[in-house]
């Protein structure tokens, strides 16, 4: 699987892969804190690394919660200092519907490329 950076244009702008799909998912999946994101990321192949590249993330689950798309609970269970742990909303569902439908006619809309391609010969 090919691996993506964050772009130099913003968060996720590299190789036409946006970032907020793939957040999305894996906070509907299962509601997590900013460093397990990042982590769980790398299974699409998309990695974070450095300072820089978790403060993209954060603003992004920021903008994310003020859009109403994903809500913070904190977890005060373990030692040290209190985490936000985000959880995806009835809002994030529907757009993260929304990322899918429109995933599916890329997808077609590449898959009709990609053979006419191949009938080049």
């Keep these: 699987m090919p691996r993506f950076r ?4 913003g968060f996720g702008a590299r190789k036409g892969f946006w970032i907020e799909p793939f957040v999305l998912l894996l ?4 509601p997590s804190h900013g460093y397990e994101l ?5 299974e699409f192949g998309i990695l974070i690394n450095g300072v820089g590249q978790m403060g993209n993330l954060y603003r ?5 919660e003020s859009l109403g798309l994903v809500a913070v609970d904190w977890d005060t269970s373990n030692p040290g200092p209190a985490r936000k742990v985000y959880k995806i909303t009835r809002g994030g569902l ?6 899918a439908e429109e995933a599916s ?8 490329f990609l053979q006419r391609y191949a009938n080049l010969g």
């Design 94 to 99: 529907n757009v993260l519907q929304n990322y």
């Design 38 to 42: 990042a982590s769980r990321l790398s």
């Design 6 to 9: 964050a772009g130099p244009r």
């Design 105 to 112: 006619s890329l997808k077609l809309f590449i898959d009709k």
């Design 27 to 30: 906070v509907a999946e299962k």
């Design 60 to 64: 992004l689950l920021s903008q994310l």
